[in-house]
T-cell receptor
Framework: GQQLNQSPQSMFIQEGEDVSMNCTSSSIFNTWLWYKQDPGEGPVLLIALYKAGELTSNGRLTAQFGITRKDSFLNISASIPSDVGIYFCAGATSGTYKYIFGTGTRLKVLA | DTEVTQTPKHLVMGMTNKKSLKCEQHMGHRAMYWYKQKAKKPPELMFVYSYEKLSINESVPSRFSPECPNSSLLNLHLHALQPEDSALYLC????????????FGNGTRLTVT
């Protein structure tokens, strides 16, 4: 099925560093979601975005809905070991229940 | 703790078996979803129920049969599966209306032998 491109695919960072990742699509979306998934568990919703240009924070996490509506960005500030996991973006167009998921960014934090 | 509960957590079945996966939510959500996730891959949509009616079937083989007995429950009936069907099966729910965020359960890890 269709997938969104996420980058980077994986990254190692030092504890305390800031992290940036993005998600791009060839289609316009009306909703962007960001999830974190730990091994053996389901994805957990981090941030939901509904409007082009919107910037939303959740603790150390900040996400933005790109103004072209074809991309979204997630930043994590001052990373800690428990930030380790896989981060997925997901996008949906108006009038559909069909969310398309990104390919994922695997984050590893070095203490 | 997730508000979407899936059982069983793990399931091993032979190719001739019939089994069912169960999902329950009590958030009053009116849309429920089944996703399939292979290792190191994103979740892939299988089915969507909206107001207890099948809304989306992503061309899933008939050996997977969904059922939505009521607004809180979602089942996935499995029959004559293949080893390549081994995966994490995730249930999700969302409020009525498109664009509402998905809330996932912790999944059922299915192994087909």
């Amino acid at each position: 099925g269709q997938q969104l491109n996420q980058s980077p695919q994986s990254m190692f960072i030092q504890e305390g560093e800031d992290v940036s990742m993005n998600c791009t699509s060839s289609s316009i979306f009306n909703t962007w979601l960001w999830y974190k998934q730990d091994p053996g568990e389901g994805p957990v919703l981090l941030i939901a975005l509904y409007k082009a240009g919107e910037l939303t924070s959740n603790g150390r996490l900040t996400a933005q809905f790109g103004i072209t509506r074809k991309d979204s960005f997630l930043n994590i500030s001052a990373s800690i070991p428990s930030d380790v996991g896989i981060y997925f973006c997901a996008g949906a167009t108006s009038g559909t229940y069909k969310y398309i998921f990104g390919t994922g960014t695997r984050l590893k934090v070095l203490a | 703790d997730t508000e979407v509960t899936q059982t069983p957590k793990h399931l091993v079945m032979g190719m001739t078996n019939k089994k069912s996966l169960k999902c329950e939510q009590h958030m009053g959500h009116r849309a429920m979803y089944w996703y399939k996730q292979k290792a190191k891959k994103p979740p892939e949509l299988m089915f969507v129920y909206s107001y207890e009616k099948l809304s989306i079937n992503e061309s899933v083989p008939s050996r997977f049969s969904p059922e939505c007995p009521n607004s809180s429950l979602l089942n996935l009936h499995l029959h004559a599966l293949q080893p390549e069907d081994s995966a994490l099966y995730l249930c999700a729910s969302s409020q009525e209306g498109t664009g509402s965020p998905l809330h996932f359960g912790n999944g059922t890890r299915l192994t087909v032998t």
